[in-house]
């Protein structure tokens, strides 16, 4: 069996401040740093051979942190960033091919970015709730295929997220590796979506807190045998 275990970032910034942050790059604050450490001690029973993350550094950050606080997760292995290499002002870093034997890889990609909240990015919940009423604020943040204004559905990023799970991702879980996913709500939503075969009628109900991870048992299918959830 493998292991695939999913972590919302610990609390950023903006979530501290109650703000709309979609692709805004905030790092996490103080609270969002603990919360990834704890969860890290949480997962010392487990095992990662491979991370994928955002490019948005609140979750960059909640990965490094999960997988160097307790140094058992990564079996021994030091985890190295795999930057996107499409740049071509990049210096050349992309030439080292890397030691699978000493080293655990993060994967980076746009694929598993947060939704985009287009004209929402910045602004303060409550306001917003205030301005244009709590229903509506309710239905551009929870349905699934409403569109906040300038923004994405959360039907919208599955398109994005799906592919990149089942190309790059689930073919690790069918090799028998165990896979961690640092991420964001709506991105990591979209991927339970299709792990626990959930409607699109019954996802707005799904809350996923910050910092806290699931594990999922896996076959060599992609199946799901067992969900845990860390508190």
Known sequence: MS??????????????????????DVPLSEQGRAEATVASCKLRPYRVD????????????????????VDDICGGKIPIIKHNTDDKDWHGWDQYDGNPNDELPIFLSAALDERYYGDLQGLNKAETSEKFGEQQVHTWRRSYDVRPPGGESLEDTRRRTLPFFRDRI???????????IAAHGNSLRSIIMELENIS?????????????????EMDQSGHVLEKKVLK
């Open 200 to 216: 699109s009628e019954a996802i707005p109900n799904l809350e996923l807190g910050t910092g806290v991870p699931l594990v999922y």
């Open 3 to 24: 292991q695939l275990i999913l972590i919302r970032h610990g609390q950023s910034l903006w979530n501290a401040a109650n703000k709309f942050t979609g692709w805004v």
């Open 50 to 69: 491979v991370c994928f993350t955002s490019m948005l550094f609140r979750a960059i950050e909640t990965a490094v942190i999960c997988l160097t606080e």
């Open 170 to 180: 689930l073919k690790h879980i069918i090799e028998g590796d165990h896979v961690l």
